[in-house]
């Protein structure tokens, strides 16, 4: 298996590197997974300590920054991961045969956040065409227990495609493209008992599937899946020391039926033809009267507002009848009846004015309940100080108030 590895690795990506400009030329193959590290040990050679007792000690904290040379965002096919500023950076992809045949230069800056120090480097990228073989059939499988920088270490997705090797039995087998379960719209996994995201891997080889990955295509296997049940596969086993797959989320695609794209459609590079320099539109332009269209859109508003205040104002001022007019109108008897209530509350309002006002109810006599003693009530002028006066004053017998009977000692009541 570790043979196998070695000649997989060998496949899926070239590294050349250039002292001459400090530059590192890759050459992948178009539609095979392409794998390049970013050794933070490479890079800390360019923030050089303050002494060199303190070489071997400092271990201070880098990030990468990664974009397509000219642009601000690498492209579409590649993708770049790095968990934290502790560890080394990793650019993944699979180059689209669209591609092949064209110098790709990437543009890597590391960042040193302890002294904000920056270094930047160029990687090349040289895609090449597919060696002949096709891939026509693709399988994805779905790794449980695995993040994407895990899988792309190269002794695990060896380890990997020895196992999907023993399963398939293909003649030439290759690691199509690796997607993290966060891109295909995953949920970050809770950090307890070392959860991991989830890792779909693609490998294409030239030979048709076996009955082993046919087997989840059985109607019991899709009914346990619909039921959320693990399907019994019989090649998991092979797997299930170092991968957890979820059988339920394998994928096979057969390229060989898929319709074939019209081979004579040809495709631009994305650039407009050039048509010579820019000619701006003449500066002899008619000139044209806006004072027409002025007046109009000015003019018609103001004239229905002008009609319909002198319309108000006719209705307010023009068509009020007047005190002697309604006077006119109204029979003589209900003009003396009205004339006398006027009166009668004038007169009343005259007299309230110079009565005493009686005494609150609060205030009247009344008898004391407990002990039957008869209290007078609380009389003051008008200068007595009357802010230590309690709200509600003992009350005593009124005139008016009935009595309530009194309890003897000898047990009779008295009225």
């Given at each position: 298996?570790?043979?196998?590895?070695?000649?997989?690795?060998?496949?899926?990506?070239?590294?050349?590197?250039?002292?001459?400009?400090?530059?590192?030329?890759?050459?992948?193959?178009?539609?095979?997974?392409?794998?390049?590290?970013?050794?933070?040990?490479?890079?800390?050679?360019?923030?050089?300590?303050?002494?060199?007792?303190?070489?071997?000690?400092?271990?201070?904290?880098?990030?990468?920054?990664?974009?397509?040379?000219?642009?601000?965002?690498?492209?579409?096919?590649?993708?770049?991961?790095?968990?934290?500023?502790?560890?080394?950076?990793?650019?993944?992809?699979?180059?689209?045969?669209?591609?092949?045949?064209?110098?790709?230069?990437?543009?890597?800056?590391?960042?040193?956040?302890?002294?904000?120090?920056?270094?930047?480097?160029?990687?090349?990228?040289?895609?090449?065409?597919?060696d002949?073989?096709?891939?026509?059939?693709?399988?994805?499988?779905?790794?449980k227990?695995m993040?994407?920088?895990e899988?792309?270490?190269?002794?695990?997705?060896?380890?990997?495609?020895?196992?999907v090797k023993?399963?398939?039995?293909?003649?030439?087998?290759?690691?199509?493209?690796?997607?993290?379960?966060?891109?295909?719209?995953?949920?970050?996994?809770?950090?307890?008992?070392?959860?991991?995201?989830?890792?779909?891997?693609?490998?294409?080889?030239?030979?048709?599937?076996?009955?082993c990955?046919r087997?989840?295509?059985?109607?019991?296997?899709?009914?346990?899946?619909?039921?959320e049940?693990?399907?019994s596969?019989?090649?998991?086993?092979?797997?299930?020391?170092?991968f957890?797959?979820?059988?339920?989320?394998?994928?096979?695609?057969?390229?060989?039926?898929?319709?074939?794209?019209?081979?004579?459609?040809?495709?631009?590079?994305?650039?407009?033809?050039?048509d010579?320099?820019?000619?701006?539109?003449?500066?002899?332009?008619?000139?044209?009267?806006?004072?027409?269209?002025?007046?109009?859109?000015?003019?018609?508003?103001?004239?229905?507002?002008?009609?319909?205040?002198?319309?108000?104002?006719?209705?307010?001022?023009?068509?009020?009848?007047?005190?002697?007019k309604r006077?006119?109108?109204?029979?003589?008897?209900?003009?003396?009846?009205?004339?006398?209530?006027?009166?009668?509350?004038?007169?009343?309002?005259?007299?309230?004015?110079?009565?005493?006002?009686?005494?609150?109810?609060?205030?009247?006599p009344?008898?004391?309940?407990?002990?039957?003693?008869?209290?007078?009530?609380?009389?003051?002028?008008?200068?007595?100080?009357?802010s230590?006066?309690p709200?509600m004053?003992?009350?005593?017998?009124?005139?008016?108030?009935?009595?309530?009977?009194?309890?003897?000692?000898?047990?009779?009541?008295q009225?």
């Amino acid at each position: 298996m570790g043979s196998a590895a070695a000649r997989i690795s060998l496949l899926c990506v070239i590294s050349i590197f250039s002292r001459a400009h400090s530059d590192r030329n890759i050459y992948p193959f178009s539609g095979v997974l392409f794998v390049h590290v970013l050794e933070r040990e490479y890079f800390k050679g360019e923030f050089p300590p303050p002494s060199m007792k303190l070489a071997d000690a400092r271990n201070d904290p880098i990030t990468f920054k990664t974009n397509l040379k000219g642009y601000p965002d690498r492209p579409g096919w590649l993708r770049y991961i790095q968990r934290t500023p502790y560890s080394d950076g990793v650019l993944y992809g699979s180059p689209t045969i669209e591609n092949a045949g064209k110098a790709t230069i990437i543009e890597i800056t590391a960042y040193n956040r302890r002294t904000y120090e920056t270094a930047r480097h160029t990687l090349v990228v040289n895609i090449m065409a597919s060696d002949g073989h096709l891939l026509p059939y693709q399988a994805e499988f779905f790794v449980k227990n695995m993040n994407v920088e895990e899988m792309l270490a190269s002794e695990v997705i060896g380890d990997f495609l020895g196992a999907v090797k023993n399963v398939w039995q293909p003649e030439h087998l290759n690691a199509v493209n690796i997607t993290s379960a966060l891109d295909r719209g995953g949920r970050v996994p809770l950090p307890i008992n070392n959860m991991k995201e989830g890792v779909y891997v693609m490998v294409g080889t030239d030979v048709p599937f076996s009955s082993c990955l046919r087997e989840v295509e059985t109607p019991q296997n899709q009914l346990k899946c619909s039921q959320e049940m693990e399907p019994s596969i019989s090649c998991d086993k092979k797997f299930r020391a170092q991968f957890d797959i979820d059988w339920c989320k394998l994928s096979l695609v057969d390229k060989s039926k898929m319709p074939s794209i019209n081979s004579g459609v040809i495709r631009g590079d994305g650039v407009l033809p050039d048509d010579g320099e820019y000619k701006p539109p003449s500066t002899n332009l008619k000139s044209k009267d806006y004072y027409t269209d002025f007046v109009i859109t000015l003019a018609i508003p103001i004239a229905v507002a002008l009609v319909l205040f002198i319309i108000l104002g006719y209705v307010m001022f023009c068509r009020r009848e007047g005190v002697q007019k309604r006077d006119m109108q109204t029979p003589d008897i209900q003009l003396v009846h009205h004339n006398s209530i006027q009166k009668s509350t004038k007169e009343l309002r005259n007299m309230s004015k110079n009565r005493e006002a009686a005494w609150p109810l609060s205030t009247l006599p009344v008898f004391n309940p407990v002990t039957g003693e008869i209290v007078p009530p609380l009389h003051h002028s008008d200068n007595c100080d009357t802010s230590n006066m309690p709200l509600m004053q003992t009350q005593q017998n009124h005139p008016l108030q009935t009595q309530l009977p009194q309890q003897q000692d000898a047990g009779k009541w008295q009225s």
